[in-house]
C-alpha cells in the first residue's frame, strides 16, 4: 500500500526515516484513528488567561505569565500519560465514564449548526473536563468539545495500537463457468430493458410531478412502479440512468419525456440496454438511495451535488471483482463489498445499506454487469471504458426485439423475450400488460378492446393487426375473435354530445325549418330527434337570437317549467348614508354667520347668553361645573351648528376615533392646505405616527404626501387615532 501512495507522490520518506504526506491526501481524512487535533491546535485561539484558570485547576505553576510559556506547561502535563491517567482517575464518575467513551470513539461532527448557540457545557461531566483542559471548546468552531489527541492516546492505554490490515479480506468464491455468467448477464440484461421500457411509457404517458423541494417524491414513484409492474430501486435507477441520457428532462413542475426517448424506444434492445448503461456508470450519484442518514426518505432526480466517492465505489466494485480467478464468483455478494471497503477507502456507503455497498451490488446485477458474483462481458467492457465494446457485448447477450406474439384461447398473448416497440404499442394499445422479463404477457378483456376502438379502429382491422404478428399462420383463437366482434356489435349504442342548450318542441316541421334557417347558422344547430336540436350557444344566446329571427321561444327550468322572465334593475346593493351625528341627525351645514352664535345646551336655536354661561360655570359647584363644559364641548351633545364647515362636519363623520378638537384641527388643515401629524394604524395592527401634507379629502379617506415613506399615500378617516401640530 505505502508503494502503492509513492508511486502516486503522495508519500516520501526523508532523509530521517520519517513519512510525509501530501496535503490533499491528509485532508480526506477528517479525524484519523479516531482522534481530533493535537493540544497546540485546540488551543491556538485561547486566550492566557483561560490558561491560567485551566493551570489553576490543575494546580501547576507555570515558569512566566505569558500564553507561551502557560501553553508550555499545559502540554507538558498533558503529554505525560500517567499524569493524565492519573488525573482522570480522581474525577467524578460522570465525568469519568464521559471521557472513556470520547477517548474511544471517532470525533462527532455537529448535524447541524445553530448560530449564536453558546456550547453546550450545562453536563457537570462536560464541564469538569473543560476547566481542566481534557476537553477543549473551539469558539471559532461549532459542535460538541473536542478532546485533545494526547489526552484520547493516554486514556486508550499503552497497549492500543493503530489499526492496520495489510491484507485484504477474503472473499469465498463458488464455481462460475463463463456460460453461467453471460447467461445470468444476459436474463437479467433483458429483465432490465422490459423493465426500463415500461417505467419510461408510463412517464411518457403520464409525465411525474416534481416536488416544490425538487425531484420526485416518493408518491410519484409508487404511482410509477405500480403502472410499471417494478420495484422502487428499479424506478430509481432507470429514471437517474434515462436523466443522464437525455431521455428525460425537467419541463416545468414536471420531468417529462425528451424526443430523445422516441429514438431510444424504436432501437434494438442491446442499444437501449447500452445507452442506460454507459450512463450509469458515469453517474455522479448512487442512483438506489432512498434514505438518508436520518432515515428520511430521499426523492429521486433531487438534482444532489456530485459525489465523486459513489463513482469511485461503482469502478471499485467491478474492479474487486475481476480480482477473483477466472471461472469463480464471489459466493456472497457481501464480501465484495468488504473487498471493495478495503480497495477504496474514500468510497461513499449509502446509510440504508445493512452489509458494504448492498445497494451499489443489487444495481450492477439488474444492469448484468455482476452476475454469479462475478464481473460479466457488460462489466468487462465498462471496466475498460469503451462504449463501443459496451454496446457489443450488450447485441451479443440480449436477442433483437421479437416481432410475434403467440395468442392463446384464454384471452391472452404472449411474447418470448423483448417485444419490439411496434409489437409493444399494439398490444398495449388492446390489451393489459399483465408480466415483464424474459416473457410478456397480456391480456385481453373488453375494457381493453373498447379502449383500441375508441382510438379509432374498427374491428377489422384490429382483427388483421393481431393476425398480422401471430407467431402460427393461423387464424386467431376463437375467444378472441368473438370478444372483438361483441365489443364492437355494443360499441356505439349508447353516445354522449356536448351541447350547450337544447331546443325541442312538438311540430317537427318547424324543427326542420330552424335548423335550416340561415340566420342561425351561427348556434351551430343540430337535430338529433325530429322534435330536437341542440345549440353549441348559450341558452340566453340562443333564446335572442331565435327572437331577433322572428320566432317565440320560451326558456324552460332544469324541471322542465317554463321559466318566467320579468325585467331586472340593478340596485345598489349597499347605499353609503350621508354623514349623520351621533345623534341619528343629518350635520347642519354651518355658515360663518352662524358662527357668532352658539347654541344653549339642550334648547336647539336659541342663542348662548355668554354673560349668564359664565356665571353659571362661576358659581356652580365643580361637579355641576363638569358637566355644563362637557355638554359645551362634547360633540354628542351638539346638533349640528358646532362645524364650522363641511370639511369638519364630513371628517368627523368617519373618524369615529378622533376627539372635536382633533377633528377641527385636522379640518383646519386640510382647508388651509397646511402640514399636520397624525397617529395612525395600518390594518395590520401597527401604528405609527405620520407627518403629513398637501392634503386632500375624499371621504372616506385622505389623500396626502407622507414624509415618513416619502411618497403619496391614502389614508383611511377611521384608523386616524390622533392629530397634533406638524
Known amino acids: 500500500m505505502l508503494e502503492?501512495?509513492?508511486?502516486?507522490?503522495?508519500?516520501?520518506?526523508?532523509?530521517?526515516?520519517?513519512?510525509?504526506?501530501?496535503?490533499?491526501?491528509?485532508?480526506?481524512?477528517g479525524s484519523p484513528l479516531g482522534l481530533d487535533p493535537s493540544l497546540l491546535q485546540l488551543t491556538a485561539h485561547t486566550t492566557s488567561d483561560e490558561l491560567g484558570r485551566v493551570l489553576a485547576k490543575l494546580g501547576i505553576k507555570p515558569a512566566g505569565g505569558n500564553k507561551q510559556q502557560r501553553l508550555a506547561a499545559l502540554a507538558d502535563h498533558h503529554g505525560d500519560p500517567d499524569r493524565v491517567v492519573a488525573l482522570v482517575a480522581k474525577a467524578p464518575a460522570a465525568a469519568r465514564e464521559l471521557l472513556q467513551r470520547r477517548a474511544r470513539e471517532a470525533p462527532v461532527r455537529p448535524a447541524f449548526i445553530m448560530f449564536g448557540a453558546p456550547p453546550d457545557a450545562s453536563d457537570a461531566g462536560i464541564r469538569w473536563a473543560l476547566e481542566r483542559g481534557l476537553l477543549i471548546q473551539d469558539r471559532h468552531r461549532y459542535g460538541p468539545a473536542r478532546m485533545p489527541a494526547e489526552v484520547a492516546l493516554a486514556l486508550r492505554g499503552p497497549d492500543w495500537h493503530a489499526p492496520f490490515t495489510p491484507a485484504p479480506p477474503g472473499v469465498r468464491s463458488v464455481p462460475a463457468t463463463a456460460s453461467e455468467v453471460e447467461r445470468e448477464a444476459a436474463a437479467a440484461s433483458m429483465a432490465f430493458d422490459a423493465h426500463a421500457t415500461s417505467v419510461l411509457g408510463v412517464c411518457a404517458a403520464t409525465a411525474p410531478t416534481r416536488l416544490k423541494s425538487g425531484g420526485i417524491g416518493a408518491r410519484e414513484l409508487s404511482r410509477i412502479g405500480k403502472a410499471a409492474q417494478c420495484d422502487e430501486i428499479l424506478v430509481r435507477l432507470v429514471l437517474e440512468a434515462a436523466s443522464a441520457a437525455g431521455?428525460?428532462?425537467?419541463?416545468?413542475?414536471?420531468?417529462?419525456?425528451?424526443?430523445?426517448?422516441?429514438?431510444?424506444?424504436?432501437?434494438?434492445?442491446?442499444?437501449?440496454?447500452?445507452?442506460?448503461?454507459?450512463?450509469?456508470?458515469?453517474?455522479?450519484?448512487?442512483?438506489?438511495?432512498?434514505?438518508?442518514?436520518?432515515?428520511?426518505?430521499?426523492?429521486a432526480l433531487a438534482g444532489t451535488p456530485p459525489c465523486?466517492?459513489?463513482?469511485?465505489?461503482?469502478?471499485?466494485?467491478?474492479?474487486?471483482?475481476?480480482?477473483?480467478?477466472?471461472?469463480e464468483g464471489a459466493a456472497d455478494p457481501a464480501d465484495l463489498g468488504a473487498l471493495l471497503r478495503w480497495l477504496r477507502p474514500l468510497a461513499d456507503e449509502l446509510p440504508q445499506d445493512t452489509t458494504p455497498f448492498a445497494t451499489l451490488i443489487r444495481e450492477a446485477e439488474l444492469l448484468g454487469a455482476l452476475a454469479l458474483g462475478a464481473v460479466s462481458p457488460i462489466g468487462a467492457a465498462l471496466i475498460a471504458d469503451d462504449a463501443e465494446a459496451?454496446?457489443?457485448?450488450?447485441?451479443?447477450?440480449?436477442?433483437?426485439?421479437?416481432?410475434?406474439?403467440?395468442?392463446?384461447?384464454?384471452?391472452?398473448?404472449?411474447?418470448?423475450?423483448?417485444?419490439?416497440?411496434?409489437?409493444?404499442?399494439?398490444?398495449?394499445?388492446?390489451?393489459?400488460?399483465?408480466?415483464?422479463?424474459?416473457?410478456?404477457?397480456?391480456?385481453?378483456?373488453?375494457?381493453?378492446?373498447?379502449?383500441?376502438?375508441?382510438?379509432?379502429?374498427?374491428?377489422?382491422?384490429?382483427?388483421?393487426?393481431?393476425?398480422?404478428?401471430?407467431?402460427?399462420?393461423?387464424?386467431?383463437?376463437?375467444?378472441?375473435?368473438?370478444?372483438?366482434?361483441?365489443?364492437?356489435?355494443?360499441?356505439?349504442?349508447?353516445?354522449?354530445?356536448?351541447?350547450?342548450?337544447?331546443?325541442?318542441?312538438?311540430?317537427?316541421?318547424?324543427?326542420?325549418?330552424?335548423?335550416?334557417?340561415?340566420?342561425?347558422?351561427?348556434?351551430?344547430?343540430?337535430?338529433?330527434?325530429?322534435?330536437?336540436?341542440?345549440?353549441?350557444?348559450?341558452?340566453?344566446?340562443?333564446?335572442?337570437?331565435l327572437r331577433a329571427a322572428g320566432y317565440a321561444p320560451v326558456a324552460e327550468k332544469p324541471d322542465g317549467t317554463v321559466r318566467i322572465e320579468r325585467a331586472q334593475h340593478h340596485r345598489a346593493a349597499n347605499p353609503v348614508p350621508y354623514p349623520r351625528l351621533p345623534g341619528g341627525s343629518t350635520r347642519a351645514r354651518r355658515t360663518p354667520a352662524r358662527a357668532a352664535n352658539t347654541a344653549t345646551p339642550g334648547t336647539p336655536g336659541t342663542p348662548v347668553d355668554l354673560r349668564a354661561l359664565a356665571a353659571r360655570l362661576r358659581d356652580a359647584p365643580q361637579d355641576v361645573a363638569q358637566d355644563v363644559a362637557e355638554?359645551?364641548?362634547?360633540?354628542?351633545?351638539?346638533?349640528?351648528?358646532?362645524?364650522?364647515?363641511?370639511?369638519?362636519?364630513?371628517?368627523?363623520?368617519?373618524?369615529?376615533?378622533?376627539?372635536?378638537?382633533?377633528?377641527?384641527?385636522?379640518?383646519?388643515?386640510?382647508?388651509?392646505?397646511?402640514?399636520?401629524?397624525?397617529?395612525?394604524?395600518?390594518?395590520?395592527?401597527?401604528?405609527?405616527?405620520?407627518?403629513?401634507?398637501?392634503?386632500?379629502?375624499?371621504?372616506?379617506?385622505?389623500?396626502?404626501?407622507?414624509?415618513?415613506?416619502?411618497?403619496?399615500?391614502?389614508?383611511?378617516?377611521?384608523?386616524?387615532?390622533?392629530?397634533?401640530?406638524?
Not at 502503492?4 to 491526501?25: E, F, N, Q, T, Y
Not at 418470448?416 to 390489451?431: E, H, M, N
Request: proline share 6%.
Open 4 to 29: 502503492a501512495l509513492a508511486d502516486r507522490a503522495l508519500v516520501w520518506p526523508d532523509g530521517s526515516g520519517l513519512l510525509h504526506m501530501a496535503a490533499p491526501l491528509r485532508q480526506a481524512w
Open 247 to 299: 431521455l428525460l428532462a425537467r419541463d416545468g413542475e414536471r420531468v417529462a419525456a425528451t424526443a430523445a426517448y422516441d429514438t431510444w424506444a424504436a432501437q434494438e434492445p442491446a442499444d437501449r440496454v447500452a445507452v442506460l448503461v454507459r450512463a450509469w456508470w458515469e453517474l455522479p450519484r448512487t442512483p438506489g438511495g432512498r434514505r438518508d442518514e436520518d432515515g428520511k426518505a430521499l426523492p
Open 308 to 327: 465523486g466517492g459513489c463513482v469511485q465505489a461503482r469502478h471499485g466494485l467491478l474492479a474487486a471483482a475481476a480480482q477473483l480467478p477466472a471461472g
Open 390 to 545: 459496451v454496446a457489443d457485448a450488450c447485441r451479443r447477450l440480449l436477442p433483437a426485439a421479437s416481432g410475434t406474439a403467440r395468442f392463446g384461447s384464454d384471452l391472452t398473448a404472449v411474447v418470448s423475450g423483448t417485444p419490439s416497440a411496434a409489437l409493444a404499442a399494439l398490444l398495449d394499445s388492446v390489451a393489459d400488460r399483465e408480466s415483464a422479463g424474459a416473457a410478456s404477457v397480456w391480456r385481453f378483456s373488453p375494457g381493453s378492446v373498447r379502449r383500441a376502438l375508441d382510438a379509432g379502429l374498427t374491428p377489422d382491422t384490429l382483427t388483421a393487426d393481431l393476425a398480422a404478428v401471430a407467431l402460427a399462420v393461423e387464424p386467431l383463437p376463437q375467444p378472441l375473435s368473438y370478444l372483438i366482434h361483441d365489443t364492437a356489435r355494443r360499441h356505439g349504442r349508447v353516445r354522449v354530445v356536448s351541447a350547450a342548450c337544447v331546443i325541442h318542441g312538438e311540430e317537427p316541421a318547424l324543427l326542420a325549418e330552424l335548423a335550416a334557417h340561415r340566420k342561425l347558422a351561427p348556434l351551430g344547430l343540430r337535430q338529433l330527434a325530429p322534435t330536437v336540436l341542440i345549440s353549441r350557444t348559450p341558452a340566453d344566446k340562443t333564446l335572442a337570437a
Open 631 to 726: 355638554e359645551v364641548t362634547e360633540p354628542d351633545a351638539y346638533d349640528g351648528r358646532l362645524y364650522a364647515g363641511d370639511t369638519e362636519e364630513i371628517i368627523a363623520g368617519y373618524a369615529r376615533n378622533l376627539t372635536f378638537t382633533d377633528v377641527r384641527q385636522l379640518a383646519h388643515a386640510v382647508d388651509e392646505r397646511q402640514a399636520i401629524t397624525i397617529e395612525y394604524v395600518a390594518t395590520s395592527g401597527n401604528a405609527t405616527v405620520r407627518t403629513l401634507s398637501r392634503l386632500e379629502l375624499d371621504a372616506p379617506y385622505l389623500n396626502a404626501w407622507c414624509h415618513l415613506r416619502d411618497g403619496e399615500r391614502v389614508f383611511t378617516l377611521s384608523r386616524i387615532h390622533g392629530v397634533m401640530p406638524a
